[in-house]
């Protein structure tokens, strides 16, 4: 059957340090792979696409990485800052999106 | 640019009664739009897709004469939540696609609240 799996449901860290979180996914073929961060009761704000011919993207702090003989991708966040806190959904993207169930950070000053 | 905004943000109803959420594409126009359900802790689920101007095509399992979508124009969409019961309580999300985008495009609204006693 068909699963995106992200990985525990809330990840604590130290402000400062490097969050790393995980999608993986299983019987899909991804033309792309997205992440996005949601809010407590927002809708989801785009952050990076990343192709699945594309092994790295980049933009400000953020790092994704996309490895689909694995089928995994992860989502770096560099110099967490308490205002990074937040869930992160990962979403496949066949002719539609198909999300994770997000993983809940909280960075601690 | 590419903002899209839905109202109400939020909604508390008895049960027995329809609700009418609006997404609207507010600075592009959108030929597709999409309405998301999302339960506390879960993922955003498809509930159906609506094309300007032709029937919503629905995902497996959602109720279409439950869930009535009505696009309109290329700037708003509207999903009706008729005879709703406390178990339609949700989130509901929509995002639009304007005409140029590709399938990975999809621009988020802000959500809509539904609380049904």
């Known amino acids: 059957s068909q699963k995106i799996e992200q990985n525990s449901e809330a990840l604590n860290i130290q402000e400062g340090k490097t969050a790393t979180l995980t999608c993986n996914y299983t019987n899909y073929s991804p033309a792309y792979l997205q992440w996005y961060r949601q809010d407590p009761g927002r809708g989801p704000v785009f952050l990076l696409l990343?192709?699945?011919?594309?092994k790295e993207k980049r933009k400000e702090r953020l790092k994704v990485t996309f490895d689909t003989t694995l089928k995994q991708s992860l989502f770096h966040i560099t110099a967490s800052q308490p205002a990074d806190s937040a869930t992160y959904l990962c979403?496949?993207?066949?002719?539609?999106?198909?999300f994770g169930a997000g993983t809940r950070l909280a960075v601690h000053p | 640019g590419a903002v899209v905004s839905q109202h109400p943000s939020w909604v508390i109803c008895k049960s027995g009664t329809s609700v009418k959420i609006e997404c609207r594409s507010l600075?592009?126009?959108?030929?597709?739009m999409f309405w998301y359900r999302q339960f506390p802790k879960q993922s955003l689920m498809l509930m159906a897709t609506s094309n300007e101007g032709s029937k919503a095509t629905y995902e497996q399992g959602v109720e279409k004469d439950k869930f009535l979508i009505n696009h309109a124009s290329l700037t708003l969409s509207t999903l009706t939540v008729t005879s709703a019961h406390p178990e339609d309580s949700s989130f509901y999300i929509c995002?639009?696609?304007?005409?140029?985008?590709?399938?990975?495009?999809?621009?988020f609204g802000p959500g809509t609240r539904l609380l049904v006693l």
């Open positions: 979403a496949l993207v066949s002719w539609k999106l198909i």
């Open positions: 600075d592009f126009q959108a030929t597709t």
């Open positions: 995002s639009a696609r304007p005409p140029q985008g590709g399938d990975e495009t999809q621009y």
């Open positions: 990343i192709r699945e011919n594309e």
